[in-house]
């Protein structure tokens, strides 16, 4: 089966730097993905590890550990529009994308 | 380009009625899933397709049932509603390939009193 944890609220200023962690237990690893949801909208795909490493999309980067089963999202030059709730998932062994995702990090940025 | 379109967005239910959410996807994919959201726990994954014709179990399957007659469309049917059932449903989309990202439907916001 599969679990992760993520922090279930984070607070953060506007103009600074917050990352958000997730660890993971799997059996069989497939890829980190990390998806974004505002209030009352739906979930949208941010970014995607396989290996580790970083992965740069604009303000947004992925980090990808394997051998310590962590990842993280860090989000740049915050803005008052990054305040939502951010998943991390974890791919399913069915070879179908299943994804399994946290229970998610609410991000409230401040003034 | 609508994407991911789900109707209905909203419904009240009484306990033991039935009822069906339309999932219509326009990007020709391939795979298509639909997940239950709760307060506090994350997306869960309910059914899933492969392709039309072709349906499997998620992570919490009791109480639901799905079809997928057509590759664009991807219902969802619950043939006897219970208060548990009361949650936000999420239908999604991906293209067939490892780990192509999922392109999801606005919700439907359903009640079961």
């Known amino acids: 089966g599969q679990s992760l944890e993520q922090p279930s609220e984070v607070t953060a200023v506007e103009g600074a730097i917050v990352q958000i962690n997730c660890t993971y237990q799997?059996?069989?690893?497939?890829?980190l993905s990390w998806y974004q949801q505002h209030d009352g909208g739906a979930p949208t795909f941010l970014s995607y590890?396989?290996?580790?490493g970083l992965e740069e999309t604009g303000r947004f980067s992925s980090f990808l550990s394997r051998s310590d089963s962590y990842g993280y999202l860090l989000l740049q030059e915050l803005q008052m529009k990054d305040s939502a709730s951010y998943f991390c998932a974890v791919r399913g062994a069915t070879g179908a994308n299943n994804l399994f995702f946290g229970t998610g990090t609410r991000l409230t940025v401040i003034p | 380009n609508a994407g991911v379109t789900q109707t209905p967005k909203f419904r009240v239910l009484k306990t033991g009625q039935s009822m069906t959410l339309l999932c219509a996807q326009d990007m020709n994919h391939e795979y298509m899933y639909w997940y239950r959201q709760d307060p506090g726990m994350g997306l869960r994954l309910i059914h899933y397709s492969v392709g039309e014709g072709t349906t499997a179990k998620g992570e919490v399957p009791d109480g639901y049932n799905v079809s997928r007659l057509k590759k664009q469309n991807f219902l969802l049917g619950l043939e006897s509603a219970a208060p548990s059932q009361t949650s936000v449903y999420f239908c999604?989309?991906?293209?067939?390939?490892?780990?192509?990202?999922?392109?999801f439907g606005d919700g439907t916001r359903l009640s079961i009193l």
């Open positions: 590890n396989a290996l580790d």
């Open positions: 999604a989309s991906s293209s067939w390939g490892n780990n192509q990202p999922q392109h």
């Open positions: 799997t059996s069989g690893f497939y890829g």
